[in-house]
């Protein structure tokens, strides 16, 4: 069994910063990837960010996050953190983080998170 717990959602101003976490749990062998999803009333879901295993050197952000938006691994072993500033009312969304996880039996699958609701309002 693995567990994505997500936290750091919240109401914020426009111009204002969250920062979201991630940490997986459970029967975990390696994971490759992590990232960020988000899903606004009436839209699909879309990428945010995702961060690979090799940390830094692979990173992949939407377009309209660039600049604004960063996604790091954190200190403790399978989390994620997504650093947001310069929120625009266009960021409200229920934020999800994924992972690619392969356990230890060797069954490798994607796990997703409950998702932590982002409103970015005056």
């Known amino acids: 069994q693995v567990q994505l717990v997500e936290s750091g959602g919240g109401l914020v101003q426009p111009g204002g910063s969250l920062r979201l976490s991630c940490a997986a749990s459970?029967?975990?062998?390696?994971?490759?990837?992590m990232g960020w999803y988000r899903q606004a009333p009436g839209k699909e879901r879309e990428l945010v960010a995702a961060?690979?295993?090799?940390?830094?050197?692979?990173?992949n952000y939407a377009d309209s996050v660039k600049g604004r938006f960063t996604i790091s691994r954190g200190d403790a072993k399978n989390t994620v953190n997504l650093q947001m500033n310069s929120l625009k009312p266009e960021d409200t969304a229920v934020y999800y983080c994924?992972?690619?996880?392969?356990?230890?039996?060797?069954?490798?699958?994607?796990?997703w998170g409950q998702g932590t609701q982002v409103t970015v309002s005056s």
């Open positions: 459970g029967s975990i062998f390696s994971i490759n990837t």
């Open positions: 961060i690979t295993s090799g940390g830094t050197t692979n990173l």
């Open positions: 994924n992972a690619d996880v392969t356990r230890y039996t060797g069954f490798r699958r994607l796990y």
